[in-house]
């Protein structure tokens, strides 16, 4: 090809070089968008340090009265101005360990009945449809979980999980309501599934199907190479997928408020009222009685953001750090 | 199947043992998994259902165009409200960070421009709730304008990486042929790669008001208390919402607002399915389109 366009294009040939005007606006047109997309860049970073200082500076109050025994201490009195977040710490993270112990697996089992065992048509439609579990708003998830999970849970589940195993004291007495912390943590498991499940999918799919059928042709049955190829290759992305659905479990306030029974004692179990970090702001933030309150309020946001970004960070890590790709053998 | 019960020349092959054992185990295996897939497919059933059928019943024209008591509109109104001004700050800002990473960024630049939009993708909405309060609404008024930033914020990350993977995949000859004309870059970027690319970045952005839509957390901070009976499109002032409301019916404990609550979940869940659904058959579309 030569390096002169077409004579079409540059009709007039020598006479009509790029004017001068042409070209400084060019030049003026190339940094304005560099800019422009650059301060969007910025905008982005700023933003979730603006976040982070809005936050700390919110609880700044309720720091500087409790200091750091706030996160341990377990009273939570809004009419004596007494309070500690040690109890929506431990509701938090029951329902969050929950969760994940329940939906992890599940979610696991669904990327391997979608990347191994479905039919490629049946695949289409499966896995979408478990994302859309993801895509039901918490609202409308929680208002579920209070009308028609919550009465389930108390007369058949809990009662039937009381009588068989009553003897492990966090399968303990239980609420009249059906508002419980097993409740939320099964409304959390709902959430947590599809993020797991679509993650480790994709992570399954990336395997190299030259080792899936090595193993296969050493005589491995289908569940051995799962155990053998499949999950050890990509079990750095597994666990980061958890870390994720974590992050997505500690922080969901409105369908756990709906559903826990905002209880704010630590009790033993599962089957009573609790309260969690967000869910705590969510139920008392409107209704806050003073500005020592709100603060409070403000300070579980700061442990709340501090324990989802190191989550999510260390997802991140993981993520970048043993690459799947990485470790398969090239 | 044959091996069985049929008694067959090949009996010598038929599993036993320890082979048995492992196929058994295998086989449970693969029956674990499917259950669990059934299992997560009839969840959305039963919570698809449930909405359907207890919803169905309270939908009706004047249950969508009347305020409170007999209907809903002024919170249709106000979340559309909210969603389009949110999206409004979101996209063209989703779709230069989308430009900044495709077109500019070294790799340098683009590794913790991505790690903060996983980050800021990452955070739970309640956290976005107390930041437009204390940005916002703290010792000033509530206002919809306070929950259509948080509802941006949310918006944000999930524009910038829908409209970066569409972005890639405009074929480098295009830009090439661009290029060749002397074309300068940021005539090429508007004139050529937008252009192609928008049927993407449009789908894309539709993916996240369907994702924002429903976010409660940060609105019942933003904009908790108003007046159900009056239209409002002013985002300057309190603005009913739908969010809200589902989580004020279903906490008021009254029959009749758990089945209004129903009808709004309805109207809510079916725009979300559908606006998802959609969005994503086009973007698949758009994806193969471009990258055939």
């Known amino acids: 090809m030569s390096t002169f366009a077409s004579p079409a294009a540059r009709a007039g040939g020598r006479g009509a070089r790029v004017s001068p005007l042409r070209k400084r606006a060019d030049r003026i047109g190339d940094r304005a968008l560099f800019g422009i997309c650059a301060l969007a860049a910025l905008t982005a970073a700023a933003t979730i340090v603006l976040v982070g200082y809005q936050i700390v500076d919110g609880a700044s109050p309720a720091i500087s009265e409790f200091g750091f025994s706030f996160v341990y201490e377990t009273t939570w009195q809004p009419n004596f101005g007494v309070f500690g977040a040690g109890s929506v710490l431990f509701g938090t993270a029951v329902t969050s360990a929950f969760a994940l112990l329940l939906g992890g697996p599940i979610a696991i089992a669904i990327g391997l009945f979608l990347t191994l065992l479905a039919p490629s048509g049946l695949r289409g439609i499966i896995g979408p449809l478990v994302e859309l579990l993801a895509a039901i708003p918490s609202v409308i998830l929680g208002f579920w979980g209070l009308l028609v999970l919550a009465p389930f849970v108390q007369s058949k589940l809990e009662p039937f999980l009381h009588s068989t195993l009553g003897f492990i004291p966090i399968f303990g007495a239980q609420e009249t309501t059906g508002l419980s912390v097993f409740t939320a943590s099964l409304i959390l498991t709902i959430m947590v599934i599809p993020i797991i499940a679509s993650i480790s999918r994709d992570l399954f799919q990336s395997v190299p199907p030259e080792l899936q059928d090595g193993a296969s042709a050493l005589g491995a049955t289908r569940w051995e190479v799962v155990r053998g190829v499949v999950l050890p290759t990509t079990a750095s992305g597994v666990v980061a997928a958890c870390l994720l659905g974590l992050g997505r479990a500690l922080g969901e306030a409105i369908a756990v408020s709906q559903v826990i029974g905002a209880g704010s004692e630590i009790q033993a179990s599962l089957f009573r009222s609790g309260d969690t970090l967000a869910s705590r702001i969510a139920l008392q933030f409107p209704g806050a009685l003073t500005e020592l309150h709100k603060a409070s309020l403000f300070y579980l946001g700061v442990m709340l953001l501090v324990i989802g970004l190191a989550s999510n960070l260390i997802a991140q890590w993981i993520g970048r750090r043993f690459s799947y790709g990485g470790a398969v053998a090239k | ?292």
Do not use: C
């Open chain 2, 1 to 292: 199947m044959s091996a069985g019960a049929v008694p067959d020349p090949a009996a010598p092959l038929t599993p036993s043992g320890n082979l048995r054992r492992r196929q058994l185990v295998s086989r449970g295996a693969e029956i674990a998994a499917t259950a669990a897939a059934v299992a997560a497919i009839a969840v959305l059933a039963i919570v698809i259902y449930t909405v359907v059928s207890r919803g169905a019943k309270a939908i009706d024209l004047d249950f969508i165009f009347t305020g409170y008591p007999t209907g809903v509109g002024p919170m249709l109104l106000g979340t559309i409200v909210i969603a389009l001004v949110a999206t409004l700050m979101a996209m063209p800002l989703g779709v230069l960070i989308a430009l900044f990473l495709t077109e500019y960024a070294g790799s340098r630049a683009a590794a913790p421009l991505r790690l903060t939009l996983d980050l800021l993708n990452g955070l739970p909405s309640i956290i976005l709730g107390l930041f437009v309060f204390a940005l916002l609404v703290n010792h000033k008024k509530q206002s919809g304008f306070a929950g259509a930033v948080a509802l941006a914020i949310i918006e944000l990350p999930l524009i910038a990486r829908g409209s970066q993977e569409v972005l890639l995949l405009v074929p480098a000859a295009l830009r090439e042929a661009s290029d060749a004309l002397g074309v300068a870059r940021w005539r090429s970027v508007l004139t050529v790669v937008l252009p192609t690319a928008l049927g993407g970045i449009v789908t894309a952005t539709v993916l996240a008001v369907a994702r924002a839509a429903g976010e409660t957390a940060p609105l019942i901070l933003a904009t908790p208390t108003f007046d159900p009976k009056t239209f409002s499109v002013n985002p300057f002032e309190a603005l009913p919402n739908v969010p809200v409301w589902i989580y004020k019916l279903s906490e008021e404990g009254n029959p009749e607002g758990f089945t209004e609550a129903w009808g709004l979940s309805l109207l809510l869940i079916a725009f979300i399915l559908f606006a998802s659904l959609g969005a994503r058959a086009l973007l698949a579309r758009s994806k193969r389109k471009l990258s055939s």
